[in-house]
C-alpha cells in the first residue's frame, strides 16, 4: 500500500487547483468545492434543530471526474467519526446480513448523548466496506486508516479497501470508524446523523427531502447576503458577487470549536507549564497552514463576522476573554490538543505571559456598540458580563507593555542577543518582521502600541457609558493620547516628517557569512551592525507602522500631518501600487530584504488586505469630515478600493483561491493559501461597511 495516496489534511503540498466553502451561513448549512486533478468533489451539508443535543445533520458527498478519461474510472471517498481528546463516549458499527457492509453507527458522548449514523448509496457506488479500530490520539487518524487498508477482488478486479474491524487488543473499544465508498466517478452518497433526543423527527433529512431543505437554505442565504452587503444594488457583476460569497464563506466555514491546553512559559516557572484546559470557539487564519486560533487575527475577522452574524460574534470574542489570566494576559495563539501541536514547529509552541499581541477584539466591539445610542438588552447583559475582563485586560497593557517616557509604549518580547536576524522580529506586534529599532532596548516607542492603546481608550470609555460604569479614567486617558500635539512630541520626526518608533538604531546593517577555515562546514549567516546605533527615531523606514494615527483616527482632519500622509500614500516610491498599499516603502533599507538567510521578507513588501482595509476606513472617516484633505481623502479611498477588489477578483479567478498576501510587484497571490481570514475583509471594503 506504500503507493497509495490519501488525501486527509488540507495541506498545501497537495497542489490542488482550488478548494473553499462556495456557500456557508455558520448556522444550518454549507456547499463546498474541491478541484483536485482529475475529480471535483462537492460537499454539501444541512443541520436541523431538534432534541436537547443539537439535532441532526446530513452530509452529501458528490463525485464527478474533470475530465472526459476519468468517466467510469474508480474513486475511492472515506468518511470517519472519531473522539477529540479527553471525549467519553463509544461507536459501534452496524454490518449488514453478510457481516462485511457496515450500513450506520450508533454511538454516544456525553454532549451528543445516544445517536445513530446512516449511509446511503447512490447510483454509482460500487461497494462499500469499512474500518473500525482504536486509536491513541485524533492526529493518527490518517495512520491507522492506511494501516487498515487492504485488497479485495471485486466483479474479476482487485481493489483497495479498509479491512473491517481491527482492534489492537482485546480490552480496546473502537473510537474510530471508518466508511469507505468506492464508486465510478459520478457517483455520490450521504452521510445521515440522527440524534436520539430528536423525537418530533416526522421524516429523515435525506434524499429528496434533503435536497429541498438545502435548496431553501441557499435561498435565504443569497437574500440575507444581498441585505447585508448590497452588491448586486451597487452593480457588481454576477462573477464578482460570487466571489465575494465565497469569501464570507469561507471565514464563516473556517469557524471551529477547540479544546486543550496551552503551553506557557512565565517569570514565576523555570520550564514551560500547561495552561488550564479551556474551549475555544475561533475562526481560523487558514485551513491549510493556520488552522488554529489567533488573538490579533480574530479582531479583524470578526469584522465581517460581526456583520452577518452579531451572536457568533459576541460568542467568539467571549470565548477569547475567557482565555484570560488572573493577571489579565491573553495567549497570543492557541495551539489546543495535540492535534493542533504537530502541525506547530516547536519554537513557536510555547507562549510566554510578558508577551502581548494588538487588542484588536476591540475592533469589533467597537463596530457594534460603539457608536451606537442605545443598546438592546441582550447587549447590556452582553457587556456587563465582558467589562471584568476588558478592565483586566486594558490594565495589563498599561503595566506590562508601558515605555520609559510617560504616553509611550513598547512591545515586549524582542531578542536583544541574536545576531541571526537582520532586525529582531517583534512577533508581539502581530506584524513579525517589520523593520523596528535595530537594538531592542527599555528606551523603545512602539508607535502602533500607542494607537491601539488610544483606540482602546476610547472603546472603554463608550462601553462604562453604555453600560453605566465609571469611566472617567479611560476618557482621560482617551483624550491624553489623543492629543496631536503630545503624539508629535514623542513620535514625530522632524527631519523625516514621519511619524515613526523610537530606539536604539543603526541605519546600515546587513546579514554576512563569517569566514571559516578550509574543510570546515558553512556557518549560518549573521548580522554585522556597519554604523554604530543612537537613540533616535527609527525615521529611516516608511510603512504600515507609520500610518497608525490614520488608522485609529487620532489625526485632527485639519491637521498638516494628515495632508503630508495623504501624499506620501499615493507616492508610488514610497506604499502606492495599483495592487494596494505596500508594507514597507521600496526606499526603506529593509525593503524586501530577508531576515535571516531562511526567514523570507514577509512584512517588508507585500500587500496585506488587513491593513489595507484599516487605511480605506480612515479615508472613508476623513471624507466625511469637513476639512482641507477632505475631498484627497476620498479620492484615494475611491482609487485604493478599487484597485483591491479588482486584483484580488483577478487572482481569485487565475488562482482558485484568496492569498495571504499580495506582491507589490505583480499583484501576485503570495503566503499560503487559501487565506479567508482578515483576506475575506475584500467583502466589506465591496460593501463600503466601515
Known amino acids: 500500500m506504500g503507493d497509495v495516496n490519501l488525501r486527509h489534511n488540507c495541506e498545501q503540498s497537495d497542489n490542488l487547483d482550488s478548494y473553499g466553502w462556495l456557500e456557508h451561513d455558520g448556522r444550518n448549512f454549507g456547499v463546498q468545492d474541491i478541484q483536485d486533478k482529475l475529480v471535483r468533489m462537492q460537499t454539501s451539508f444541512v443541520k436541523r434543530q431538534g432534541g436537547i443535543n443539537g439535532g441532526d445533520w446530513t452530509a452529501k458527498i458528490s463525485v464527478e471526474p474533470r ?124 452521510v445521515i446523523f440522527e440524534s436520539a433526543s430528536n423525537y418530533e423527527r416526522v421524516d429523515r433529512l435525506s434524499g429528496d427531502i434533503f435536497n429541498e431543505e438545502l435548496k431553501t437554505h441557499k435561498r435565504n442565504f443569497d437574500d440575507k447576503f444581498e441585505n447585508t452587503f448590497r452588491l448586486s444594488e451597487k452593480k457588481f457583476p454576477v462573477k464578482d458577487v460570487i466571489f465575494a460569497k465565497a469569501a464570507l464563506s469561507n471565514m464563516i466555514g473556517g469557524i471551529g ?68 489570566n488572573i493577571e489579565g494576559w491573553i495567549p497570543r495563539e492557541q495551539i489546543l490538543g495535540i492535534e493542533a501541536r504537530v502541525k506547530v514547529p516547536d519554537e513557536f509552541v510555547v507562549q510566554k505571559n510578558s508577551n502581548a499581541n494588538p487588542p484588536t477584539l476591540l475592533l469589533p466591539l467597537y463596530d457594534m456598540f460603539g457608536e451606537a445610542e442605545s443598546i438592546s438588552q441582550s447587549d447590556y447583559e452582553y457587556l456587563q458580563r465582558a467589562w471584568p475582563r ?59 502600541l500607542r494607537c491601539w492603546m488610544t483606540l482602546a481608550s476610547k472603546l472603554m470609555s463608550r462601553i462604562s457609558e453604555l453600560i453605566g460604569k465609571d469611566g472617567q479614567k479611560y476618557v482621560e486617558t482617551w483624550q491624553y493620547l489623543a492629543d496631536n500635539k503630545l503624539l508629535d512630541k514623542v513620535h514625530w520626526s522632524t527631519k523625516s516628517k514621519r511619524f515613526a518608533d523610537y530606539g536604539l538604531h543603526s541605519t546600515s546593517v546587513k546579514l554576512k557569512r563569517p569566514k571559516t577555515e578550509p574543510g570546515m562546514s558553512r556557518p549560518e549567516m549573521i548580522r554585522e551592525v556597519l554604523t554604530p546605533p543612537t537613540l533616535g527615531f527609527v525615521d529611516d523606514t516608511f510603512g504600515y507602522v507609520s500610518l497608525f494615527p490614520l488608522f485609529t483616527h487620532i489625526l485632527s482632519p485639519s491637521s498638516q500631518k494628515l495632508g503630508k500622509i495623504l501624499d506620501d500614500l499615493k507616492n508610488p516610491n514610497l506604499l502606492w501600487t495599483k495592487y494596494g498599499l505596500r508594507s514597507l516603502a521600496k526606499n526603506s533599507p529593509l525593503y524586501d530584504k530577508r531576515n535571516t538567510e531562511h526567514d523570507p521578507p514577509y512584512w517588508r513588501g507585500a500587500i496585506w488586505i488587513n491593513m489595507n482595509y484599516l487605511t480605506l476606513k480612515a479615508l472613508h472617516h476623513y471624507s466625511n469630515l469637513e476639512g482641507p484633505y477632505q475631498i484627497k481623502a476620498k479620492v484615494i479611498h475611491n482609487e485604493l478600493k478599487e484597485n483591491l477588489i479588482t486584483n484580488l477578483i483577478k487572482e481569485y479567478y487565475k488562482t482558485g483561491y484568496i492569498w495571504e498576501q499580495y506582491s507589490d510587484k505583480s499583484g501576485e497571490g503570495m503566503g499560503c493559501r487559501p487565506f479567508t481570514g482578515w483576506s475575506s475583509l475584500i467583502v466589506l471594503i465591496m460593501a463600503d461597511i466601515y
Open 257 to 324: 470549536y477547540f479544546y486543550g491546553t496551552s503551553r506557557v512559559q512565565s517569570s514565576a516557572t523555570k520550564e514551560p507549564v500547561p495552561y488550564w484546559p479551556a474551549p475555544l470557539y475561533a475562526s481560523v487564519p487558514s485551513r491549510s497552514f493556520f488552522p488554529r486560533g489567533f488573538l490579533w487575527d480574530e479582531g479583524f475577522h470578526n469584522l465581517l463576522i460581526s456583520k452577518w452574524d452579531k451572536e457568533i460574534s459576541q460568542d467568539i470574542i467571549a470565548h477569547w476573554l475567557d482565555l484570560m
Open 67 to 190: 475530465i472526459e478519461e476519468m468517466k467510469n474510472e474508480f474513486v475511492s471517498v472515506m468518511f470517519y467519526f472519531t473522539f477529540d481528546e479527553g471525549t467519553e463516549g463509544w461507536l459501534t458499527p452496524v454490518l449488514d446480513e453478510t457481516a462485511s457492509t457496515m450500513t450506520s453507527i450508533v454511538g454516544h458522548t456525553t454532549s451528543l448523548g445516544e445517536f445513530q449514523v446512516h449511509f446511503k448509496n447512490s447510483s454509482g457506488v460500487i461497494t462499500n466496506s469499512y474500518l473500525s479500530t482504536n486509536i491513541p490520539s485524533p492526529h493518527l487518524v490518517k495512520d491507522s486508516t492506511m494501516m487498515g487498508l487492504t485488497v479485495k477482488k471485486i466483479n474479476e478486479e482487485q481493489h483497495i479497501v479498509l479491512g473491517g474491524e481491527h482492534l489492537p487488543g482485546e480490552n480496546k473499544a473502537p473510537n474510530l470508524v471508518v466508511f469507505h465508498a468506492l464508486g465510478k466517478a459520478p457517483f455520490d452518497f450521504e
Open 390 to 448: 476588558l478592565v483586566t485586560w486594558y490594565d495589563w497593557f498599561n503595566t506590562t507593555q508601558v515605555g520609559r517616557e510617560p504616553s509611550t509604549y513598547y512591545w515586549q518580547g524582542r531578542d536583544p542577543t541574536t545576531k541571526r536576524e537582520l532586525n529582531p522580529k517583534s512577533f508581539s506586534s502581530g506584524l513579525d518582521d517589520y523593520p523596528r529599532a535595530s537594538h531592542p532596548t527599555d528606551d523603545e516607542r512602539h508607535l502602533d
